[in-house]
């Protein structure tokens, strides 16, 4: 709930401040995952596995960047409109491009793990896995929330 009696520009430069807190969280998680997922190729067991899963592989690459990508957007957004009275449109777009982060990371995370299962073990395992993590993924960013904030009033 905002504070009592706060301005328009108040509330701007504490949704700003706030989406610059979960961009810190959100940045190190998606640089970590992407740089895990660059240095499988180098591994001494990736020419074992099939082109299936380099299929896979490559996809996640695509996608642990994207969700890089789209965490870092605010950061670039914010140095190109510095100082030129653009906070709201950068609190708009911090907003949507944050969205797409987190749903890039939902995707290359239960994908990675899915990758992971079907190299160690087997497909249905895998299946089991990469849905298992996409779906408590799910329930937790996208279902919790919205169970939180109940109905509209």
């Known amino acids: 709930m905002p504070p009592a009696g ?9 949704n700003w401040d706030e989406i610059l ?12 995952l992407l740089g ?8 001494a067991g990736f020419a074992d596995i099939d082109s299936r899963q380099i299929g ?10 994207l969700a890089t990508i789209f965490a870092l ?19 708009r777009a911090g907003h949507l491009l944050m969205r797409l982060a987190l749903v890039a990371i939902s995707l ?22 990469g849905g298992g993590a996409l779906a408590l993924t799910v329930a937790l960013w996208a279902v919790l929330p919205s ?6 009033e």
Do not use: M, N
């Not at 807190?21 to 970590?32: K, M």
């Not at 290359?108 to 896995?129: E, H, N, R, W």
């Not at 169970?147 to 509209?152: K, T």
């Open 6 to 14: 706060e301005t328009e520009s108040e509330r701007i430069a504490r």
């Open 21 to 32: 807190q979960e961009l810190r969280v959100i940045q190190t998680g998606t640089q970590v």
């Open 36 to 43: 895990f997922l660059l240095t499988i190729p180098f591994q």
């Open 56 to 65: 896979v592989y490559l996809t996640l690459v695509v996608v642990a960047a």
């Open 73 to 91: 957007a605010p950061v670039a957004l914010h140095r190109a409109l510095f100082r030129r009275d653009a906070k709201p449109e950068l609190v």
């Open 108 to 129: 290359a995370l239960s994908g990675t793990v899915y990758l992971i299962f079907a190299v160690v073990i087997d497909g249905v395992a895998a299946l089991i896995a």
């Open 147 to 152: 169970f939180l904030r109940g109905p509209p």
